[in-house]
């Protein structure tokens, strides 16, 4: 069992509360009534369990959740080979570089790519 508590009876959705994807995803799930418990990434530093859980659930390598084409990677970092627990640090102090939305429900986890993808859960 991880970090990350999860429920068949509801979406977890990780997103960013800058992001218009976000915005309209949760727009979304709301006018469907879906059960939508929001984690603003923004507002709530994930720890590195709950970020590694992420990666893992999504079959991701950690430096996958990066997105390496945000204006904030792009004007802060240079493209390197970081390791796991680098990663993990450069997405706890820049949340806005972690690509989101993120939605869980009970045992599936999805890479929200259009406001419409959160009724696949």
Do not use: C
């Not at 994930?46 to 959740?65: M, P, S, V, Y």
């Amino acid at each position: 069992m991880g970090e990350i508590a999860t429920s068949d009876r509801q979406i977890t959705l990780f997103y960013s509360s800058k992001s218009v994807r976000a915005k309209q995803t949760l727009a979304y799930a709301k006018a469907e009534g879906l059960a939508i418990q929001e984690i603003d990434i923004l507002k709530t530093k994930l720890t590195g369990t709950q970020l590694a859980e992420l990666a893992d659930r999504l079959h991701f390598q950690i430096k996958d959740l990066v997105n390496q084409e945000h204006p904030s990677y792009k004007s802060n970092f240079e493209h390197h080979n970081f390791s796991a627990i680098d990663w993990i640090k450069m997405i706890q102090n820049n949340p806005e570089i972690m690509k989101q939305p993120i939605a869980l429900r009970g045992d599936t986890t999805i890479l929200v790519e259009t406001p419409t993808d959160i009724i696949k859960i």
